[in-house]
């Protein structure tokens, strides 16, 4: 069982940066796939970005590729999204899980607005 928190979110102007972090609990977490997921007001729950279980391979959605990063420290527990270059679509509420996603570990997600 993993238990996943998320922070880091905030107000932002377009074109700022943020930098979220979720912090895993559990001692397989180097074992796990991760991912970032967002959810917009009205919209379904997508898919962001992932990063392999040792960090050395990342996958981007289209929409946030080039401007977003993820890492990973496995000594830390710790998965983490660096977002540059916001636009106002990327307001979200953004949630971090295994990839694929596993229905039990959805936590409360960080809220990232953009101010235009």
């Known amino acids: 069982q993993v238990q996943l928190v998320e922070s880091g979110g905030g107000l932002v102007q377009a074109g700022g940066s943020l930098r979220l972090s979720c912090a895993a609990s559990?001692?397989?977490?180097?074992?796990?796939?991760m991912g970032w997921f967002r959810q917009a007001p009205g919209k379904e729950r997508e898919f962001v970005a992932a990063?392999?279980?040792?960090?050395?391979?990342?996958t981007y959605a289209s929409s946030v590729k080039g401007r977003f990063t993820i890492s990973r420290d496995n000594a830390k527990n710790t998965v983490y999204l660096q977002m540059n270059s916001l636009k106002s679509e990327d307001t979200a509420v953004y949630y971090c899980?295994?990839?694929?996603?596993?229905?039990?570990?959805w936590g409360q997600g960080t809220q990232v607005t953009v101010s235009s």
């Open positions: 899980n295994t990839n694929p996603p596993a229905r039990d570990y």
């Open positions: 559990g001692r397989t977490f180097s074992s796990y796939v």
């Open positions: 990063i392999s279980r040792g960090g050395g391979s990342t």
